[in-house]
C-alpha cells in the first residue's frame, strides 16, 4: 500500500513582502512577537546584510507556518526582499518535540499551536495538575526545572493534558469574562480551580460557576478574594502540603460567606449540602 506521508522539502525562495504576509496568514498561532528583534531583523535586512544560511523557515504538512515569524515580521516592516530557506511538510509533531524544554514556555508553545489565551490556559492545566497530586500549587513544573513524581514535564505534556479534555476551552472562555470585568483573582487561577473543583471533585459546573461570578460582582469583595487566593496559592505553613482537600475547605468557606469575610445574606448560593464535604487541614 502506497503511503500518503509527504516528503519533507528543503530549497531556498526569494521573499517579498507581499510573500511574507501570505506565509504569515496561513499560521495558526505563534508565541508573543519580540518587536525589538523583528526591528533588529529588519535593520539587517534593509542593509543587505541578511545572512541567507540562517535558521529555515518551517511549514507543517498542512502547509501552516511554524516558525520564522519573527523574519518574516522583519520583511513586511523593512519592505526589503532576501533569500531564505524554507523546509515544507515538515511533521509537526517532531516540530513540536524539537522544541520542548527550549526556551520556550508552554504558553509560547500552546500559543503555537492554535491555542487561545494560550499563557492562562496553560498555567490552569498546571494548577488543576498540582492540586490532582496534592502539591503545592505551581509545583508542577516544565522539563527545564527538573522533575515532578519521577516525570520530566514538558511542554507537550501540557498541551497535551488541555487537548485531552474538551471542557477546557469553555472554563477559560468563562474565567476570562469574569477577569475582564472584575478584575479579581486570575483567570488561570479561576479556571484551574473550576476544572479540578469540576472534574475531579465532581461539583456541578453551575454551583461553582455561580459562585466565582458572585464573588467578582459583590461590593468590597476584590480584596477578599485576592485574600483567598493568597491563602490556596502561598499557603507554606508548616511545609505541608498544599491538598485538593484544603484548597476546597477554603472554597466551601468561601460558599459559607466565612473566608471572604461577607454575610451569608449577601451570597445567594449558600446551600453546599449536595457538595462534597472535606475535613478541615490540621494546622
Known amino acids: 500500500m502506497k503511503s500518503t506521508k509527504k516528503e519533507v522539502t528543503s530549497g ?21 512577537i519580540k518587536a525589538a528583534k523583528v526591528q533588529l531583523f529588519a535593520q539587517y535586512m534593509k542593509a543587505g ?6 535558521q529555515p523557515i518551517y511549514f507543517d504538512e498542512d502547509g501552516r507556518l511554524m516558525d520564522g515569524h519573527t523574519r518574516l515580521n522583519a520583511v513586511v516592516k523593512c519592505g526589503a526582499t532576501v533569500e531564505m530557506n524554507v523546509v515544507r ?20 508553545f500552546a500559543a503555537a499551536n492554535g491555542v487561545k489565551n494560550a499563557n492562562s490556559s496553560m498555567s490552569a492545566v498546571k494548577i488543576r495538575e498540582a492540586l490532582k497530586r496534592g502539591l503545592r500549587i505551581g509545583s508542577i513544573s516544565s522539563a527545564s526545572k527538573g522533575k515532578i513524581q519521577d516525570h520530566v514535564w514538558t511542554n507537550d505534556d501540557f498541551l497535551r493534558l488541555f487537548n485531552a479534555d474538551k471542557d477546557w ?10 477577569y475582564r470585568q472584575w478584575y479579581g483573582i486570575s483567570m488561570s487561577m479561576c479556571a484551574g480551580i473550576l476544572h479540578h473543583l469540576v472534574h475531579d471533585c465532581k461539583w456541578p459546573r453551575d454551583f461553582v460557576c455561580d459562585f466565582f461570578r458572585q464573588v467578582y460582582t459583590l461590593e468590597g469583595i476584590t480584596a477578599n478574594t485576592r485574600t ?24 466551601c468557606k468561601a460558599f459559607e460567606g466565612f473566608a471572604t469575610n461577607v454575610p451569608k ?17 490540621k494546622a
Open 49 to 54: 546584510e541578511w545572512n541567507r544560511y540562517a
Open 89 to 108: 511538510n515538515f511533521p509537526r509533531v517532531e516540530w513540536n518535540k524539537l522544541n520542548s524544554g527550549s526556551i520556550w514556555t508552554a504558553g509560547d
Open 265 to 281: 445574606s449577601k451570597l445567594t448560593v449558600c446551600n453546599v449540602s449536595n457538595v462534597i464535604k472535606f475535613p478541615r487541614r
Open 169 to 178: 476551552p469553555e472554563d477559560m472562555d468563562f474565567a476570562a469574562l469574569l
Open 12 to 32: 531556498y525562495e526569494t521573499i517579498t513582502p507581499q510573500k511574507a504576509r501570505e506565509y504569515l496568514g496561513t499560521s495558526i498561532g505563534n508565541r508573543p
Open 228 to 251: 483567598l487566593r493568597k491563602r490556596i496559592d502561598m499557603d507554606r505553613t508548616g511545609g505541608a502540603k498544599l491538598t485538593p482537600n484544603y484548597v476546597c475547605t477554603l472554597i
